[in-house]
């Protein structure tokens, strides 16, 4: 593996952009290759079964494209397919998840705290943050709650307006999350309502938005081993697996140019 090799990144959607956009922010000098499951998403309401296909498939097109790191910027599919992608990419590319920093985060930070997370159906229903949590042996209570529409109206444009505040605020009403300190977004498409959340708790409650946990993961993890690009930086490729108005909008806006999709089927 070469320190010049670029990241692979990859979600179903926008989501993983703010993880991609934290790492470039971070780690001016590596060179990303996204891969936007645009055909496929949302992927929190499909089974793990699906989730793991898909997962494969996107990993064989960025181990081809000669990545050294594989991050799944998508807690349903961190939840789901970590393990498979792991042993799956083997010793071609070293593979990093969504959920981890994040747990590592929560002992240092929240230990002995009432801490809410919110995520898609899969991510929730997998338990996969409970028993990371809870082998912390931090005191942290852990309360989950499925949040399975924010993802696609998300990605449908309804982030600042009425519709999104409705639907935020009957989630977070549940008694579910009463009196807890912080909230961890256990989905990578939630940064991009973190403001309305936050304003939702007045402010009062730690908002945990894992891109720049996530970015600082990656980095420490290049470092140790190494292989953090020091030489030239290339240009970042962004790939999708169905063209959607919402991706080429949300790229643009996320890196402040008009970015060039690349079309790739994963099954043709
Ligand atoms: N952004 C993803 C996550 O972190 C998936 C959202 C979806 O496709 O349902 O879970």
Known sequence: ??????IGVFDSGIGGLTVAKAVRKLLPRERLIYFGDTAHLPYGDKSTAAIQAYS????DV????????????????SAAAFELVKEYAGSRAHVVNVIDPVVSHLGIYHAGQKVGLIGTKQTIN???YTKKVDSLHAGIVLQALATPLLAPMIEEGFQRDEVSDTIIQSYLNQEDLHGIQALV???????????QIDAYFAHQVAIIDSSEIVARAVKEFLETR??????????????????TAAFQHATSLFFGKSVKLERYALWE
Do not use: W
């Open 1 to 6: 593996m070469n320190a010049n090799q670029p």
């Open 226 to 243: 190494e292989l953090l690009n020091e030489g030239p930086t290339g240009e970042d490729r962004f790939l999708v697996s169905d063209f």
């Open 126 to 128: 997998s338990g996969v």
């Open 185 to 195: 977004l256990g989905c990578t498409h939630y940064p991009l309502i973190k403001r």
């Open 56 to 59: 494969v498939k996107i990993v």
């Open 62 to 77: 960025l181990l081809q494209a000669g990545c050294k790191l594989i991050l799944i910027a998508c807690n349903s599919a």
